[in-house]
């Protein structure tokens, strides 16, 4: 378990008993894999694990599309404190209806943005993307559906925008949290299935993105995080091609905090040669430069104030209060 996480869960637990967005029997131990744990909220509660103005209109959003909370009970999200998922909802989510907010903090990493444009009805901002199509020939349940956020390939977080040279260009958003990961070799799934099979039509491809000459093996990307951020990667490429909701280019953003040391580290023998960090190499691999970017969420969002955002300034109280560290630049 990462000194990230357990630094958190002391952080999140502390936000919980002390701030005034919970109630009080929110501030209760919730039960999470079976025991009764300080820096969960009870399940009947995990809304209030959410940003106060967005409980409501969050909800209704994943209900609607049928995205699947992780770790989420009965049409909510998680009741842990220390949620990837629930981060990036209580970050992004609150921007869905602002364009010009929302086109302000991402032109620190696209300064080409025109405007940012409706993902989804008519919000700027959406959750858990699988593509329209099941482009990577992925296993789909009896029924022929595929589920946002489970049992598929998909991104935390979707936006779009026009750009200054008028082509249009979808974000497909990867977001970390507290995450760590070990070195096992995810080849072979549970079930006996070789995952490399699955994938291998994108890898040989001649306009894969993955440059291949530095790839030491394809076996090599079967560790996370690099399985998810080739599975991703393949998604946007696919994306592109099809030209989805009409854009013309489809890039992915990683994003995490830079207290997360955790994370850095490269967990793909074979790719340890190639940088210091797991984003670091990735970056590398990609051929195409701007298709993948890494940035931290302090660098992001650490500068954002009152000020700047006067429509929402219970929102940046809200995230100085609980993510203390994105300050921290």
């Not at 040279?165 to 974000?171: A, E, G, L, N």
Request: hydrophobic content about 35%.
């Amino acid at each position: 378990m990462g000194k990230f996480l357990e630094s958190e869960k002391t952080t999140q637990i502390q936000f919980k008993n002390n701030s005034p967005y919970f109630s009080a029997p929110a501030r209760l131990e919730g039960v999470y894999r079976d025991k009764p744990r300080s820096f969960c909220v009870p399940s009947d509660l995990a809304e209030e694990n959410l940003v106060p103005e967005i409980r409501e209109s969050a909800l209704s959003h994943f209900s609607k599309y049928d995205i699947k909370w992780h770790s989420g009970q009965n049409g909510k999200p998680s009741n842990h404190l220390c949620s990837s998922q629930v981060c990036c909802v209580n970050f992004l989510f609150p921007f869905a209806d602002k364009p010009n907010e929302l086109a302000q903090v991402f032109r620190l990493v696209y300064p080409e943005i025109e405007k940012m444009l409706p993902v989804e009805n008519g919000q700027y901002v959406s959750f858990e993307w699988i593509g329209q199509e099941n482009y990577l020939g992925e296993k789909v349940s009896r029924s022929g559906q595929r589920s946002r956020g489970a049992n598929c390939t998909s991104t935390d977080s979707i936006v779009m925008f026009e750009r200054k040279d008028k082509k249009r260009q979808i974000v497909l958003i990867e977001w970390k949290y507290t995450e760590s990961y070990p070195s096992d070799f995810l080849k072979i799934a549970k079930s006996g299935t070789d995952r490399t099979e699955i994938y291998r039509h994108l890898f040989e491809k001649d306009d894969c993105l993955i440059d291949k000459d530095i790839l030491p093996s394809f076996d090599s990307l079967f560790y996370e995080p690099f399985y998810q951020f080739m599975r991703q990667q393949f998604l946007a490429s696919e994306m592109e091609k099809a030209h989805e909701l009409g854009a013309d280019i489809v890039s992915v953003l990683h994003i995490s905090p830079a207290h997360n040391d955790d994370f850095r580290k490269v967990t793909s023998p074979e790719l340890e040669k190639l940088g210091e960090s797991a984003t670091s190499i990735w970056k590398k691999l990609v051929k195409n430069e701007g298709r993948f970017i890494s940035v931290s969420i302090e660098k992001l969002f650490g500068s954002l104030s009152e000020t700047q955002l006067p429509e929402m300034k219970s929102w940046v109280k809200y995230i100085h209060a609980r993510y203390q560290w994105v300050r921290e630049q």
